[in-house]
């Protein structure tokens, strides 16, 4: 694995998983397999380990890994089920979602993710399927774009950025990574330190193209349903749209809703939970971050399946 390809909170994240040998693991995430190689050093014989990824580039990867406990599937982690379902495969023990963008995708300026170099404006962490960002910014409606950068890139400018986005179209499409920036910074306003102006539009305009939160809970749903009892589920964020996503979606599964908790009942009168949260939220150590510095903003949270409540 180069520097480029460092997979984050890697021991925090097996030891998390509590993987025996002959667990049946899920790697919903490949990327370059940095989890998946470390999962498999501690599977035994009759271990297996399935990892999916919707980046073609992801799967081809995938192919340098010859051995018979391992297998690949295109698709995005929203399929978990039905892939899980295709392959006969009705309880796992172990999965592992390290979500987001990777550094393979960042660093390809063809990817049109980062405006760092100029690329065309894809976006696409699939790029055979789908709506590139260029097309979707053709044809998308101010208010709609507006919407978009407001509640996925958290913007305060997302008016001003959206309204110069669709003036900027008028005069010929936007088709380039740098193109966009440059339109950006200039209906920025007020720049965060340390912080380029278009950061916060690239990231919503990608989350939205992905469909990254949808996509998110409906692999933390399936999830839930196929993990055995005792199974961990084990997410790696790095922003706080997705951490509080998964942040919710164990709190909603893990403790009893507020409305009945406010009721005069006995504990056993309460409806069983089928997940446990396992100890708080990890982030990366200093020394991590100090070697890696794209794994400052990551967020580790652990989760376990109760045996005996329906999902």
């Known amino acids: 694995m180069s520097a480029a390809h460092v997979p984050v909170l890697l021991n925090e994240a097996l030891d998390a998983l509590r993987i025996g040998p002959a667990a049946v693991c899920v790697d919903a995430t490949f990327g370059r397999g940095g989890h998946s190689r470390a999962i498999l050093q501690r599977l035994g014989p009759h271990g297996r380990l399935l990892a999916l990824d919707r980046d073609p580039a992801a799967v081809a990867a995938a192919a340098s890994i010859a051995d018979p406990r391992f297998c690949i599937v295109h698709a995005?982690?929203?399929?978990?089920?039905?892939?899980?379902?295709?392959?006969?495969?009705?309880?796992?023990?172990?999965?592992?979602?390290?979500?987001?963008?990777?550094?393979?995708?960042?660093?390809?300026?063809?990817r049109g993710f980062s405006f760092r170099h100029d690329g065309p404006l894809d976006m696409r962490m699939d790029p055979t399927r789908g709506t590139s960002a260029a097309r979707w910014l053709e044809e998308v409606e101010e208010d709609e774009l507006a919407h978009v950068i407001r509640t996925y890139g958290e913007e305060r400018f997302a008016r001003p950025v959206a309204r110069a986005i669709v003036a900027a179209r008028q005069?010929?499409?936007?088709?380039?990574?740098?193109?966009?920036?440059?339109?950006?910074?200039?209906?920025?306003r007020q720049r965060e330190p340390g912080q380029d102006p278009a950061t916060r539009?690239?990231?919503?305009?990608?989350?939205h193209v992905n469909r990254e939160l949808e996509e998110l809970e409906a692999a933390l749903g399936q999830g839930l349903h196929h993990l055995a009892p005792g199974g961990r589920l084990v997410a790696i964020a790095f922003h706080s749209l997705e951490d509080r996503l998964v942040k919710q979606f164990?709190?909603?599964h893990s403790t009893v809703p507020d409305e009945l908790a406010r009721l005069p009942l006995r504990e056993d009168q309460l409806p069983p939970r089928p997940l446990v949260a396992v100890g708080r939220a990890i982030k990366p150590s200093a020394a991590e971050v100090a070697a890696n510095p794209r794994a400052r903003s990551a967020v580790m949270?652990?989760?376990?399946?109760v045996a005996g409540v329906a999902a």
């Open 171 to 188: 005069t010929g499409a936007i088709t380039r990574t740098r193109q966009l920036a440059q339109v950006v910074a200039a209906a920025v």
């Open 250 to 252: 164990i709190r909603r």
């Open 301 to 305: 949270r652990v989760a376990e399946r």
């Open 76 to 110: 995005p982690f929203s399929h978990l089920g039905p892939v899980l379902d295709e392959r006969g495969v009705s309880r796992i023990d172990a999965l592992l979602l390290d979500v987001g963008i990777s550094s393979p995708q960042i660093d390809d300026p063809q």
């Open 201 to 207: 539009t690239f990231q919503a305009i990608r989350i």
